[in-house]
């Protein structure tokens, strides 16, 4: 057997491993969901959703390519903190049919109608980034459900995903338009180098991102990788949106509502309200939280210095958790 023939049948031998160790890995991962994760009917349609701690009800609103398993990355480890943490798939996410609430205000009814059905009166609200209109809507249309609403790195208002996000190294993976199994496949390839190579996942997610001067940059990156847990942060938030084929049909709606977004009344929101937002956000604008704060009666703004979209690492991490929970524990006896 000539040695071309020996190298060609190698090659061969390493895709054929290479393309099992992937399918193996996606299968798994959709089983992992599958188990992890509960589906209800409401009258708006299918809502999946999944429920951890006990206490006081939060409803996390998550946001874009993601889906309900993303419930621990976000929401500041409150069913640690004394809290229920209630996170849905929005609709076009996960198991959530599209169908059951295209727009932020029929999501919201969605999220309502699951509420009826776990018999749970009145929740606080913690909305993320893509998450933000349907947790304003919930709390426009649904006022005595509400107690309180925190919004985190949250669009408010009309919004195009900026080229800083869909031309990253990361974007082109999540914003691909290829076939199913060639997305979750990309998936696959950055869960890998994620693996190997962490701080090259940290500089990738804040390149996506944040906005900030390239020294203060520099500095944000090094404060992450001298801290293992927020390392673990990252790791946890790349692995909370794989496989990516399967919430594809929810951030493309998400994409399309956004951009013709309407001015929303939100004077109209009663509940107590807290925006916490960096100021170096490439993500989602700071604007977007200077509109609610100067809108909403009475909210309050926590302006995050020298930080982009991920609010949830950096040296000002801890104390903003502190604030969130401060924030929820103050309001969720009233």
């Known amino acids: 057997m000539g040695t071309g023939l020996l190298l060609i049948l190698l090659l061969a031998a390493v895709i054929s491993g290479g393309l099992g160790a992937f399918v193996c890995w996606r299968w798994r991962l959709l089983a992992q969901l599958r188990r992890g994760s509960e589906i209800i009917k409401t009258p708006c349609g299918p809502v999946e959703f999944v429920r951890v701690g006990t206490g006081p009800v939060i409803l996390q609103v998550h946001g874009g390519a993601t889906g309900c398993d993303q419930t621990l990355a976000l929401s500041w480890n409150m069913q640690e903190a004394g809290f229920t943490v209630l996170t849905p798939s929005r609709p ?161 709606n998400d994409l399309h509502q956004y951009a013709h977004l309407p001015v929303y009344p939100l004077e109209q929101i009663t509940c107590p309200t807290l925006v916490l937002h960096g100021c170096a956000d490439g993500n989602v604008p700071f604007a977007h939280a200077e509109f609610v704060a100067h809108t909403v009666p009475h909210a309050e703004l926590r302006a995050i210095k020298d930080c982009g979209h991920l609010i949830w690492v950096g040296p000002d991490a801890e104390q903003t958790r502190e604030e969130v929970l401060a924030f929820l524990r103050r309001h969720s006896h009233l």
């Open 92 to 252: 076009g996410y996960l198991r959530t049919p599209l169908a059951t609430g295209p727009t932020p205000q029929e999501a919201a009814d969605a999220m309502s109608s699951l509420l009826d059905v776990l018999a749970i009166e009145k929740v606080g609200v913690l909305g993320t980034s893509g998450g933000g209109p349907t947790a304003l809507q919930f709390a426009l249309r649904h006022p005595r459900r509400i107690w309180a609403l925190v919004l985190q790195s949250a669009v408010s208002q009309r919004y195009l995903e900026p080229r800083r996000s869909t031309h990253s190294l990361l974007g082109r993976v999540v914003f691909s338009k290829t076939g199913k199994w060639l997305v979750d496949f990309g998936g696959w390839a950055f869960y890998l180098l994620a693996c190997l190579w962490p701080s090259a996942l940290v500089r990738w997610f804040f390149n996506a991102s944040e906005d900030l001067e390239r020294d203060k940059a520099k500095q944000r990156r090094a404060y992450v990788r001298r801290h293992p847990a927020q390392v673990a942060f990252f790791r946890r938030l790349a692995a909370s949106g794989l496989p990516l084929s399967v919430r594809r049909t929810g951030l493309w």
